[in-house]
Nanobody, 125 residues
């Protein structure tokens, strides 16, 4: 099992940038696929991006070209760089993880069994 802690959220103006971090516990971080999801008030949770154990990435259509996911296995940490932020990006952002065998590009939250507590991102217009 892995425990996840997100950080880096905050308030930013439209057009600005933020970098979210997801710190994972455990010794086998390099074997995990990492995902990012978000949930805005009154809306369903939405897939944002994912990076698998080997570094392959996959993005939701609404963030392609603006967000970039990466990982640093030596630090047991995944990152998501968010550029050109828009008010529509305002949401609670969640980090998720699961073992490499469960990798999928479906964008389903059921592909990930382990979740962080979330971090708020607010983009003002």
């Amino acid at each position: 099992q892995v425990q996840l802690v997100e950080s880096g959220g905050g308030l930013v103006q439209a057009g600005g940038s933020l970098r979210l971090s997801c710190a994972a516990s455990g010794r086998t971080f390099s074997n995990y696929n990492m995902g990012w999801f978000r949930q805005a008030p009154g809306k369903e949770r939405e897939f944002v991006a994912a990076i698998n154990w080997s570094g392959s990435t996959y993005y939701g259509d609404s963030v392609k070209g603006r967000f970039t996911v990466s990982r640093e296995n030596a630090k047991n940490t995944a990152y998501m760089q968010m550029n050109s932020l828009e008010p529509e990006d305002t949401a609670v952002y969640y980090c998720a993880a699961d073992t490499q065998g469960r990798w999928s590009t479906s964008g389903r939250d059921s592909d990930f069994r382990y979740w962080g507590q979330g971090t708020q991102v607010t983009v003002s217009s």
